[in-house]
């Protein structure tokens, strides 16, 4: 997701080194030189098809389609330090309801933390500090949109990760790099009333306080000649439980209304393909989908980006 192709176009000085956009999800972990703008606007459409329950089968649903753009923006501010936004919107639309929306959106900050010597063993190892705000409508849904009016979660999230960086020289222009991601988001309480992204019903009012989200992801990059590169994304994530405190409302039968809290479980993997036309400049386009789950939802994503760097 963050582009690498700084890291080619100005780390390395050797012109029979590839160029790279960077895989389909995953951070780089690359830094952007001070003053440098890169930019990488992505569109995705989603289709989720199933739930997963906590024994981790499957159940279908039925089908909710989401088609959303975002614009991911880094800045390098200093040699160590480089800025980051990430606006989102799109349209949701399913069993003959939809509705537009702007969703919840990102800025943060990357560190570097270690930068090895040229022919060293050690990674490239940099830092992110990113803030989710909740932009998106999360509550007082109507119930006839089929949440096709959801677009946020309705909590500030703080995340906090890791990027591990390496990069392999096979033969010729035949490379191979490598990427480890590890990061944690904690969410703030949010005031919930009516339908909304965790459950409920009418007369819904409380409070929830989601659980933190950890995230893993192994990623690879493999160069088949100078403009031509492959990537797979390997996804891990993992939910703690969130808690409610409050009244839960009740459903359109009269029942007590569900309120969905517990932790959850997904393993996810994005191959793709891309081409880059220069050493700033690339596209790059896959398919992002769940191979298991528990207590979380079933989707594929066909996703594309044009990647830039200035």
Not at 166 to 187: C, D, I, Q, V, W
Request: glycine share 10%; net charge positive; charged share 15%.
């Amino acid at each position: 997701m963050l582009s690498s192709r700084w890291l080619c176009a100005i780390e390395y000085t050797d012109k029979s080194l590839p160029w790279l956009t960077g895989p389909l999800l995953s951070p780089t972990g690359s830094m952007v030189p001070k003053g440098g703008v890169a930019i990488e606007p992505y569109l995705g459409i989603t289709v989720f098809t199933g739930l997963y329950d906590a024994n981790w089968k499957r159940h279908d649903t039925s089908n909710f389609y989401r088609v959303e753009s975002l614009l991911f923006t880094q800045v390098g501010v200093t040699h160590w330090m480089d800025f980051q936004i990430t606006p989102r919107f799109g349209y949701n639309f399913s069993q003959g309801q939809s509705d537009g929306y702007l969703a919840d959106s990102t800025a943060g900050l990357g560190f570097r933390l270690y930068e090895p010597e040229k022919g060293s063993w050690l990674p490239h190892i940099k830092a992110t500090l990113v803030e989710d705000f909740p932009i998106g409508k999360y509550q007082n849904l109507n119930p006839k949109k089929k949440l096709t009016d959801l677009s946020g979660n309705g909590s500030y999230g703080t995340r906090l990760g890791v990027i591990f960086r390496k990069e392999y020289h096979l033969k010729e222009f035949h490379f191979l790099s490598a990427y480890l991601t590890l990061r944690n988001t904690f969410f703030t309480s949010t005031h919930v009333k009516g339908l909304n992204v965790y459950g409920g019903g009418k007369g819904t009012k409380g409070v929830v306080r989601p659980g933190n989200i950890f995230i893993a992801l192994l990623s690879f990059e493999y160069t088949f000649n100078l403009n031509w590169a492959f990537s797979l994304d390997n996804v891990y994530s993992h939910q703690n439980k969130s808690h409610f405190s409050g009244c839960p409302g009740r459903d359109a039968l009269g029942e007590v209304a569900p309120l969905y809290l517990h932790s959850t479980e997904q393993i996810s993997f994005a191959p793709a393909l891309e081409y880059n036309f220069s050493k700033r400049l690339g596209i790059i386009g896959g398919v992002w989908f769940t191979a298991f789950g528990r207590n979380s939802a079933q989707f594929t994503t066909g996703l594309i980006a044009v990647d830039y760097f200035f």
